[in-house]
């Protein structure tokens, strides 16, 4: 597959969207404060930890596919379209922030999943299908403690 196929493409932005959004709830985890802190600090440990592990599944579809996968933070931040937060913000502006995160991601696998889809790449469709699930179910849960 060819370093221009879009489906390489979509897998490395995919990757550095869901680097960003592991460092971002990874930050979370550890600052959050005020009465919801033992619930979200469990439910942002369990969220990075499976974040991390698609990492991992994503870095190893691109190497299947004979492509080098991005390894750096300035790689990541070159293409992710989900932001870093410098700030601590309030518990609920965190789930406010993730929520819209995993909305984000939820949305853009849809056109991923099409360009699968299009270059009749059957496991790359799968994993992005995978993948969209995982963020709506979370976006669901993060709106429903709202």
């Not at 597959?1 to 592991?22: F, G, N, P």
């Not at 404060?33 to 974040?51: P, R, V, W």
């Not at 599944?57 to 933070?73: C, D, I």
Request: net charge negative; with cysteine; proline share 1%.
């Amino acid at each position: 597959m060819s370093q221009d196929s879009r489906v390489i493409k979509d897998l490395c932005h995919l990757m550095s969207d869901t680097y960003v959004l592991y460092l971002k709830t990874q930050n979370f985890h550890w600052n959050v404060t005020g009465e919801l802190f033992f619930m979200l600090h469990a439910a942002f440990e369990k969220q990075y930890e499976e974040l991390a592990e698609a990492i991992d599944v994503l870095a190893e579809r691109l190497r299947a596919l004979k492509v080098q996968a991005p390894g750096t933070f300035a790689q990541f931040q070159k293409v992710a379209g989900i932001k870093a937060n410098e700030n601590i913000p309030s518990a609920s502006e965190m789930i406010r922030e993730l929520l819209s995160d995993h909305e984000h991601l939820a949305t853009e696998l849809q056109e991923m999943i099409g360009n699968a889809e299009e270059e009749g790449d059957q496991s790359t469709m799968d994993l992005m299908i995978e993948r969209q699930t995982y963020h709506q179910k979370v976006a669901w849960m993060l709106r429903s403690s709202l």
